[in-house]
């Protein structure tokens, strides 16, 4: 009988930690990584910085010319912006 019930709680216990797993969204889809290279493919130059924003990363880079382009990449499609457009 005793177990019974602990088999029983070990099985509620893994239930509800899968079914949270389950239904807590993923905030980011695309790692850090992924977004400054996604970044750097669209707009060429040194990533001088990579920031976590909620759902995006704000990446700056450092273009050949001398001008730093703020690029913004969506976590979640990995679709990339300039920044200001």
């Given at each position: 009988?005793?177990r019974?019930?602990v088999l029983?709680?070990?099985?509620?216990?893994?239930?509800?930690?899968t079914s949270?797993?389950?239904?807590s969204p993923k905030?980011?889809?695309?790692s850090?990584?992924?977004?400054?290279?996604?970044?750097?493919q669209?707009?060429p130059?040194k990533?001088?910085?990579v920031?976590?924003?909620?759902?995006?990363?704000?990446?700056?880079?450092l273009q050949s010319d001398g001008?730093?382009v703020?690029v913004?990449v969506?976590?979640?499609?990995g679709q990339?912006?300039?920044?200001g457009?």
């Open positions: 009988m005793l019974t019930k029983l709680i070990i099985i509620a216990l893994l239930f509800s930690a949270a797993a389950m239904t905030r980011h889809a695309v850090k990584e992924q977004a400054a290279t996604l970044a750097q669209r707009y130059g990533i001088v910085k920031q976590t924003e909620q759902q995006n990363y704000r990446i700056r880079v001008r730093v703020t913004l969506d976590g979640r499609s990339v912006q300039r920044e457009n």
